[in-house]
């Protein structure tokens, strides 16, 4: 079932998601050579601390961390670990996710870790930009069906895949609502676009192939051909005509 947000709701939302931004901005300085992704895990608790939200991902079906830190081949879920050095080179995705008056939000960017090839950096932008692609259909008129094509064309039009095995989701009073938003698909299917609907989408990109195995730890989530792959994701909702991302709030960069 589809949860339709009142203005109210949506105003509710608006804390816990821009401290989600907050904290994506704020972690880029600690994103260097030599820093372990359980030093960045503390920074960001610590910081949500300091703003009064809890993090949504710990205890989350017993997930041990308050982020999720996958470097290179891992795609999503990373467990954070004091073994986990980042290197030069290096990219990372980092994802958070924040609760504040049981109102949750969800975000995710992929930084580089110094000097990255080329190859790489397009990787990560093609990543964000078909985050854009995605919510330049997110309308009243169109359907789920045009925002995951609308990725997955400016994706494989860069010759990148799509994750298949994760997708988006509706969010609200749990972290995970209705519907799915898979990162592929068909135009003019599936639910029609509504004011009032809030979506995390967030595409997850891989330089090689789309195939995943879970690693042994039983969340991290690596590419089978082992090449890098990427994750961009916001919370945004659709109303007053416009799509409003909760996790851009003014004065933050994307
Ligand atoms: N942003 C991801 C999602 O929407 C991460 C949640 S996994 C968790 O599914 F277990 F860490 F919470
Ligand atoms: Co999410």
């Not at 195995?213 to 007053?240: C, F, M, Q």
Request: net charge negative.
């Amino acid at each position: 079932m589809v949860k339709l947000k009142s203005e109210a709701e949506i105003d509710a939302m608006r804390y816990p998601n821009r401290v989600v931004g907050e904290v994506l901005e704020y972690i880029k300085d600690y994103i260097k050579d030599g820093v372990t992704t359980y030093d960045l895990d503390r920074i960001i608790e610590e910081f949500f601390e300091k703003k009064h939200v809890i993090p949504a991902f710990k205890g989350y079906q017993g997930y041990p961390a308050a982020s999720c830190i996958s470097p290179n081949e891992v795609v999503v879920h990373g467990i954070p670990s004091k073994k986990i050095v980042l290197k030069n080179g290096d990219i990372v995705s980092i994802d958070v996710g924040t609760i504040y008056n049981g109102w949750y939000g969800d975000g995710a960017r992929t930084y580089a870790v110094g000097q990255i090839d080329e190859k790489k950096q397009k990787l990560i932008d093609v990543t964000r930009d078909s985050f854009f692609a995605g919510i330049g259909q997110f309308r009243t008129g169109k359907k789920l069906g045009d925002i995951s094509y609308a990725i997955q064309t400016l994706v494989e039009s860069n010759g990148f895949s799509v994750i298949r095995d994760y997708v988006g989701h509706g969010i609200g009073q749990a972290l995970h609502e209705d519907p799915q938003v898979p990162n592929f698909g068909k135009p003019s299917r599936g639910i029609p676009l509504m004011e009032g609907l809030v979506l995390a989408i967030e595409p997850m990109v891989s330089m090689g192939d789309w195939k995943v195995r879970v690693l042994e730890d039983g969340w991290g989530v690596v590419t089978i051909d082992g090449l890098p792959s990427a994750h961009y994701e916001n919370t945004v909702v659709l109303h007053k005509g416009e799509v409003e991302i909760l996790t851009i709030p003014e004065g933050i960069n994307a």
